[in-house]
């Protein structure tokens, strides 16, 4: 059930993107207050995902299954705490998040070689600290008041 946040992996279309989507709908919806707490959540999910998917891809002899999306959730959630909570920063971690994850450049791709439940998460933990860092310095150079 948590390598599939919770069935969001059996979606029929794109279950990364609505693992992704979820992610910042959930991150939305949380006070800035409870936020520090996350972090400790997505550490440990972070832990329990290479667990629960390493063993899910075993039994199941497919690498990286489609349905696992707590990769994406670990993933989308690093890039969403290191930005500002706005919506504006929320959707535009979630577009460099999801471009990313989808293109695996350089090291994120690499990541992905790893094995096992390390190889599922690597590559999102990569792509999702990535895609923070894009979103802070994106906001660092752009002219706009989004408060």
């Known amino acids: 059930m948590l390598c599939t946040l919770f069935g969001v992996g059996y979606s029929p279309v794109a279950p990364g993107t609505m693992g992704s989507l979820v992610t910042l709908i959930l991150w939305w919806a949380i006070p800035v207050r409870f936020l520090s707490w996350e972090w400790f959540a997505v550490v440990a999910l972070g832990i329990a995902g290479v667990l629960s998917a390493g063993k899910y891809s075993e039994r199941t002899g497919v690498k990286d299954p ?80 989004h408060h």
């Open 66 to 145: 489609d349905m696992i999306v707590v990769d994406e959730f670990v993933g989308q959630s690093i890039s969403l705490l290191m930005t500002e909570h706005d919506i504006i920063h929320g959707l535009t971690a979630f577009i460099f998040f999801r471009i990313l994850d989808i293109l695996k450049p350089g090291p994120i791709g690499w990541a992905e070689d790893l094995r096992g439940g390390v190889g599922i998460m690597a590559d999102d933990v990569l792509a999702g600290i990535l895609a923070g860092v894009l979103t802070i310095v994106l906001f660092q150079f752009l002219p706009v008041d």
